[in-house]
């Protein structure tokens, strides 16, 4: 079954506003991670936050997790026109291998 | 320099044909995966090899077959390809210390 489902499944906003976007899961985590698809593109590495963080900050990006919620956030402050793109988040499986469940992430669209 | 590198990026062929897409990474990474990206942006993995070594194997027809000759390179070959087929294919690498992976550009796959 899918492990990480991001929401809202689109979002669009106006440069300069916050955008936030969900993630939740079924299973125990190590870590989630989130990434950004731009069209046509491959996915880019943001941010990793582990099970017994709470919260992480780099640049505008800002994450939260809540284990016992079995969800993370990503807010992005002061969006820019730049950051149209589609958010996901993936989570590892707690199986001491390397893999990751993608979600069906978040398509944000920031108009200028 | 492109880090990891995808052949071809478009590939448009017949139903039943056999086709390959190739991957090379120069990151010196020694994991490397292959994931299929549907029509609605799901992100599934298929394969991962870790130097060299099968390490991951989803539940794929055995009309895929991945293929690493040395770890900078993941191959995937299809066999007898469908119309279900039809999907963006990523590779992507990392280091086995690290969970970041790295994405190629993708491999853009349409069966006729």
């Known amino acids: 079954s899918q492990q990480g489902e991001e929401d809202p499944q689109a979002l669009s906003i106006q440069e300069g506003e916050n955008a936030t976007m969900n993630c939740s899961y079924k299973?125990?985590?190590?870590?989630l991670q989130w990434y950004r698809q731009n069209s046509g593109r491959g996915l880019v590495h943001l941010i990793l936050i582990r099970s017994n963080e709470r919260e992480k900050h780099s640049g505008r990006l800002r994450v939260t997790l809540d284990t016992s919620k079995k969800s993370s956030s990503l807010l992005i402050t002061a969006s820019r026109a730049a950051d149209t793109a589609s958010y996901f988040c993936a989570t590892d499986v707690n199986s001491g291998t390397y893999k990751y469940i993608f979600g069906t992430g978040t398509r944000l669209k920031v108009l200028a | 320099d492109t880090a990891v590198s995808q052949t071809p990026k478009y590939l448009v062929t017949q139903m039943g044909n056999d086709k390959s897409i190739k991957c090379e990474q120069n990151?010196?990474?020694?994991?490397m995966y292959w994931y299929k990206q549907d029509s609605k942006k799901f992100l599934k993995i298929m394969f991962s090899?870790?130097?060299?070594?099968?390490?991951i194997n989803e539940t794929v027809p055995n009309r895929f077959s991945p293929k690493s000759p040395d770890k900078a390179h993941l191959n995937l070959h299809i066999n007898s390809l469908e119309l279900g087929d039809s999907a963006v294919y990523f590779c992507?690498?990392?280091?086995?210390?690290?969970?970041?992976?790295?994405f190629g550009p993708g491999t853009r796959l349409t069966v006729l």
């Open positions: 299973t125990s985590i190590n870590n």
């Open positions: 992507a690498s990392s280091h086995s210390g690290s969970n970041t992976q790295y």
């Open positions: 990151l010196g990474h020694d994991t």
């Open positions: 090899y870790n130097n060299k070594e099968l390490i």
